[in-house]
């Protein structure tokens, strides 16, 4: 199994990614995060299947596609085919603000240990990093930046709000 940072620890995965659209070789247990498409063309048959089901999307995927079963997924993966790519950020606080998904969001892909901080301000709180990253040593990432001004899903008030009623 491979290691994924999850809540800021590295963890062992139980999640099966199946990379593209398997035809016919899905297995039929088993935790497996499904490519978007075969999501949408599967859907009924992938419910009844042993195991929890994620779906995965690119960056420029719509997430009001998948808005009305957000509550059948175990997890929701996002690729980042390149790092300097940043929609995939937007598409985090869309799931996390416009609709409300609160169970595990999985940034996947060409995923960087200086990424981290950022991507959890955004709503993710599960990393599958780039074959090259040791998720071990990337967990400093985190307290990279003690404070952040702007608003974030984690800190929905901003710095000058917080420091006004004496939070920080």
């Excluded at 409300?100 to 955004?122: F, H, K, P, T, W």
């Excluded at 090259?132 to 709000?161: I, N």
């Amino acid at each position: 199994m491979a290691q994924i940072i999850k809540h800021r620890a590295v963890i062992q995965d139980s999640w099966q990614l199946l990379e593209q659209d398997p035809i016919g070789a899905l297995p039929f247990s088993g935790d497996v995060i499904v490519p978007l498409d075969l999501w949408t063309r599967e859907s009924d048959t992938l419910s009844f299947r042993l195991g929890r089901i994620g779906v995965w999307l690119e960056v420029d995927a719509d997430p009001a596609a998948i808005a009305p079963d957000l509550d059948r997924f175990g997890v929701i993966a996002v690729r980042f085919a390149q790092f300097t790519d940043g929609r995939g950020n937007s598409l985090a606080r869309l799931l996390r603000e416009r609709y409300g998904y609160r169970g595990e969001l999985r940034a996947i892909g060409d995923v960087l240990r200086d990424q981290l901080y950022y991507l959890s301000r955004c709503g993710f709180d599960a990393f599958t990093l780039r074959a090259d990253q040791d998720p071990q040593q990337a967990l400093s990432a985190f307290d990279d930046l003690s404070e952040a001004y702007q608003t974030s899903v984690e800190r929905p008030q901003p710095l000058f709000r917080r420091r006004s009623k004496g939070h920080l």
